[in-house]
């Protein structure tokens, strides 16, 4: 396999659950050599089995030791690590990683120049930072469930873990900020952020009405908050979501499904019409558009530039054709599953085409402790007392 642009990183990966998993897998997929340490046991998952989809999806291309951190031996030889290592990636409470003693400044006292990243679920300092967080509450917290679902239905969670996913990517440009800070300088520093902070920035536009405009957002169920029209409308055989909302867009979707009448109806002559007369306006669509199907829609929208697609279940998006074309998924070679197919990196890069596989699937706990232990110069003996007995992680 080609060399990828992180491949003269190595990480160590301290996190477990979603959200740290997910800032390493961003370096995994470029090629950093990432060892997911766990302890004796494995780590306490809330992602399932070991050999589960979830599991593999968010740990392939990473190697795995196990050291137990707790141990005057097994914390030796994790500074040891440290001391040739670039990155460190933890997720733990600050009390715990205080008291295994692999916080930043006990790090850092092992290699001055290493990057040192956190993610956390509301900071590292405030009245809310020993708080445990996770997903669900941070999508009540940030406000995101008030303007998700319809006023009928109340407060509704995104259907993934989005504050999870959010705050690992944000890491994991975090750690590529500071990565290219010490390429100049030669300095380490301590990158960190929590679900909290990402998902108050991801709330994006929808925040911005309030700290500006002092406006708090409402449900709006399958339609735009504030284009006008774009949502999920009802058709002959099923949903489909139309985006119309500029004067152009409007004039040709009235044209493209014969609702040129719409265009004379003075209720809906500009965009503040439109909006304000969002409900008539949603009943008139669907008049308009009762005779014909998704695909038609799609096949008259798309053509005279108004964005028009189905909504689509999760088997039909991955085998749509676009999605086949781009080749979103890809194997991940495992001793025991074989080829499990799992979903590629967004991130396109002209000089490094996407590898056909990925280099490896999700690693068993400690299955490459001695291999990588012996990379770090540690001898035989050494390695020995360090490795724990087989240990079966149940599926």
């Known amino acids: 396999m080609h060399e990828l642009p992180l491949s003269r990183y190595t990480v160590l990966d301290l ?22 340490i766990e302890p004796p046991g494995g780590n306490s998952r809330l992602i399932g089995a070991r050999h589960g989809a979830d599991e593999q999806n968010l740990h392939r ?79 009540g917290m940030c406000g995101l469930m008030s303007i998700t679902g319809t006023p009928e239905s109340g407060p509704m969670r995104v259907g993934i873990a989005i504050s999870d996913t959010a705050a690992g990517m944000f890491l994991g440009q975090g750690i590529l900020l500071a990565v290219l ?71 040709s979707f009235c044209r493209a499904v014969g609702a040129e009448h719409l265009l004379e109806d003075e209720s809906y002559a500009t965009f503040q019409d439109r909006s304000r007369n969002k409900a008539a306006l949603t009943r008139d669509i669907e008049a308009a558009i009762s005779d014909l199907t998704v695909e038609e829609l799609i096949e008259r929208l798309n053509p005279v530039g108004v964005p028009c697609g189905p909504v ?23 001793p025991e599953l074989g080829d499990v197919r799992l979903i590629r990196s967004p991130i396109n890069l002209s000089k490094f085409p996407q590898p056909e596989t990925f280099e490896r699937a999700a690693p068993d706990s400690g299955c490459d402790t001695r291999e990588v232990l012996r990379e770090f110069g540690f001898a035989e003996p050494e390695i020995s007392s360090l490795v724990p007995a087989p240990i079966r992680t149940p599926d």
């Open 61 to 139: 291309n990473k190697r795995g030791i196990v050291l137990d951190l707790k141990s005057e031996e097994g914390h030796a030889a994790f500074m040891r690590l440290v001391a040739s290592a670039d990155i460190v990636v933890e997720n733990f409470r600050a009390e715990v990683k205080h008291r295994l003693g692999v916080d930043y400044e006990s790090v850092k006292a092992a290699n001055e120049s290493i990057i040192y990243a956190s993610i956390s679920g509301f900071g590292q300092e405030g009245p809310y930072s020993s708080r445990p967080g996770v997903d669900q509450i941070v999508q």
């Open 15 to 36: 996190t477990h659950a979603r959200a740290g998993p997910t800032a390493v897998r961003l370096l995994a997929d470029w090629g950093a050599n990432v060892i997911k």
């Open 181 to 251: 800070h010490r390429e100049r300088t030669g300095e380490g520093q301590w990158v960190h952020t929590s679900l909290l902070e990402a998902m108050l920035n991801k709330i994006d536009f929808q925040g911005a009405r309030y700290t500006m405009l002092g406006e708090v957002p409402k449900q709006q169920g399958n339609h735009h908050p504030v284009a006008t029209p774009m949502g999920t409308y009802s058709c002959r055989n099923g949903l489909v979501n139309i985006a119309a909302s500029s004067v152009r867009m409007w004039t």
């Open 312 to 334: 689509n279940d999760i088997s039909q998006a991955y085998e749509d054709p676009q999605a086949k074309f781009l080749k979103m998924t890809k194997p991940a070679p495992h």
